[in-house]
């Protein structure tokens, strides 16, 4: 796994700000890409991820801030002399070309001999598996298909960097999953650059070496995916990426590694990264569904009565009314279910002194 | 089955055909003046001849009128769809608020009465010296024949995926590559729409050229028109049968064009 701390950065963001009328689109964006890295921009709808992607691209020019491609500025150099490959989600072939004439397009521009050319597109049909398509026109193709061709199209001129801006949102959800494997393959293959745009969060866990989640313009944490997703630093990272529970707690004692907290009239302990807070500090806590354990009354240490329950297969999800948490998401894997909640029962409950989160304040 | 039909259908398809059948009418008058054994204009009461048609390609007069017209509306073609085709490219990389705006001023043109645009030109052209030249009735007909042009090609365009633009800057091509390489051909339906939209509006235009020519230039419309004013001949209803017959397999012959392609 590759993080930009242990490699040279290939490209590094330095405050970028772009302002549309009110709408502060990035604001003070401070970012570096390592080599080779698989670097995901995580969002809500409307958080900056386009505008970034674009700028890096150097089609939206920043109010403020510079980009740096190893070392040296580009932040006024014209998108067709950067040379980073791009692929949209509208696909954005040339519909006047054959597969074959959309991928040979940078190539013909480089001025590469007809041979290199011919040699290279084989390549690349090969890369994403559409060597019997080369003559085909992009309207007789499905969007799967124009999806890779537009991928082979984006590498066949060799980037340094690969934009993707949610490249597969408009596939549907099995071929989504199909490609999501082949591009996390291709990046291995190729070691080029990614740098990958989408607000789908499984698809950002499952895809990224690194993940930055983004928000009015800001960069509201970095890092790696399990550490995004089990050390959240803020209540919006933690809602945004998978599901949590908030808890309000103050903090009784501290006691060495831990601290002993009290919420809804429960006392706790709370282990983990929550060395800076002392006794009487309010703190808000993350607690994942799926570290809570339900079981028969009497073996946990809550009690709840089940407000509702739903059946997803692999997993069982439950709400439980607790007097004092009030309502309380658990996500069981059924396989383990030692007990059969019925709506209005009651059950026990409880989690590891590990499993709950100390939050930053949001800003 | 008989599917029963509504009145709405009923009453549609009824205007549909009264309409289509009063677009024809005068050439079902034309037609058949124009096979007239007679001397002047009217019905053929006994038999038919095809003396004016022969008449008409044999001419000099007719002929040399002809000749200026094409000439004339291939000009107008040409220079329209180049001009119209950079203007709507233009706009449509541009698509902010003062394109939008240049949009509608350049189809202003057809909403303009034709004799008011005849007087404009006329006025203008005597200043500019180009009244009774050719190049002065191009230069009018390129004009009445732009906004044509360029709705077509707004038209072709209005499909394009603006990420095109994007994506063929992003592998390495210029602003001037895209646009060659890229959007013209995806313009070029509409170019060739527009093209033949431009060669019409010029080949049939009489009202500007009635305003500013005077003898050295003849077209075939200003001919026909004169015809009527100052003799009889049939020759004028064979030349209409013609110049429709020419326009419809034209039109006939792009339409079937554009079925064809994938
Ligand atoms: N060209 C533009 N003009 C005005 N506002 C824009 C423009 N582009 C983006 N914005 C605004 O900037 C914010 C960020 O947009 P964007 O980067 O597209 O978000 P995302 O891709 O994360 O959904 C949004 O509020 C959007 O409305
Ligand atoms: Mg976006």
Known sequence: MTTAGRLEPVLSVRGAKKHYGEVRALDGVDLDIGEGEFLTLLGPSGSGKTTLLMAIAGFTSLDAGAFRLRGEDITDLPPDRRSFGMVFQGYALFPNMTVAGNISFPLKLRKWSKAEIDARVRECLELVQ?????????????????????????????PSIL??????????????????????????????????VTHDQDEALSMSDR????????????????????????????????????????????????????????????????????????VLLALRPERIRIGAQGTERFHGVVRQTSYLGERCHLILDHPGFGGVLVSAPTWRMTVRPEVGGEVSFGWDDDACVVLAEDQ | MMRQKTTFQLLMQTGAWVVLAFLLLPMLVVLPVSLTPNEYISLPSDGFSLKHYQNYFTDPEWLSATWTSIVIALSVAVIATVLGTAFSVGCWLLSDFWSTVARWVLIVPILVPPVVQALGFYRFWVKLGLIDSMTGVILAHTLLALPYVSIAVFAALANLDRRIVQAARSLGASV???????????????????????????????????????????????????????????????????????????????????????
């Open chain 1, 211 to 282: 993940i930055v989640i983004l928000d009015h313009g800001q960069i509201q944490q970095i890092g790696l995916p399990d550490q995004l997703y089990n050390q959240p630093d803020t209540r919006f990272v933690a809602d945004f990426l998978g599901k949590s529970n908030f808890l309000e707690a103050k903090v009784c004692e501290r006691l060495g590694g831990a601290l002993d907290c009290e919420s809804g009239g429960e006392r706790f302990n709370v282990t983990g990264e929550s060395s800076s807070y002392n006794g009487a500090d309010r």
């Open chain 1, 163 to 196: 934009l993707l801006d949610e490249p597969l949102s408009a596939l549907d959800k099995k071929l989504r999953a199909d490609l999501q494997w082949e591009l996390k393959d291709l990046h291995r293959q190729l070691a080029v650059t990614f740098i990958y």
């Open chain 2, 176 to 262: 001037w590559r895209t646009v060659i390489a890229v959007i013209v051909p995806a313009a070029r339906p509409g170019m060739i729409a527009g093209a033949v939209f431009a060669f019409i509006v010029s080949f049939d235009e009489i009202v500007g050229v009635l305003f500013i020519t005077v003898r050295s230039v003849q077209t075939l419309p200003k001919m026909i028109w004169q015809g009527i004013n100052e003799s009889i001949d049939p020759t004028i209803a064979a030349v209409a049968t013609v110049l429709t017959v020419v326009t419809i397999l034209i039109m006939v012959a792009v339409t079937w064009r554009w079925k064809a392609r994938p």
């Open chain 1, 130 to 158: 559409m060597e019997s398509y080369a003559d085909r026109m992009p309207n007789q193709l499905s969007g799967g298909q124009q999806q890779r061709v537009a991928l082979a199209r984006a590498l066949s001129f060799k």
